[in-house]
């Protein structure tokens, strides 16, 4: 098991992906949507990665990944198959531990931030295939 800090770079992509999370969560806000979880980890080990944020408006529940670049369009072709992959685990393992929510529909949105630009929202940005 590696214990070593991460290096400054790292460091500071962590940070900055942090802060473009904190600006989506309030665009998102802005929009209507309360926000349920944010930086939600499923666990070591359980396949499943990280929801960015978990936002909710009426009876629709909104998993959403938020992606930072220089871009626009670098920041909507940055996300993976396999990142989708992972997401859609991690949607599904917090639904399972959240079975109030049942009742709501689900969907897979993404939230771009690029410098000087306004955050741009994709609704429905993925289906599960």
Known sequence: MNSAPPSAPRQAAQRRGKAAERVAALWLRLKGYGILAQGLKSGRGSGAGEVDLVARRGDLLAFVEVKSRATIVQAVESLTPF?????????????????????????????????????????DAWRID
């Open 83 to 123: 990142q989708r992959q992972r997401i859609e685990r991690g949607a599904a393992a917090f639904l399972a531990r959240r079975p109030d929510l049942a009742g709501c529909g689900v969907r897979f949105d993404m939230v771009l931030v690029a410098p000087w630009r306004l955050p741009r929202h994709i609704p």
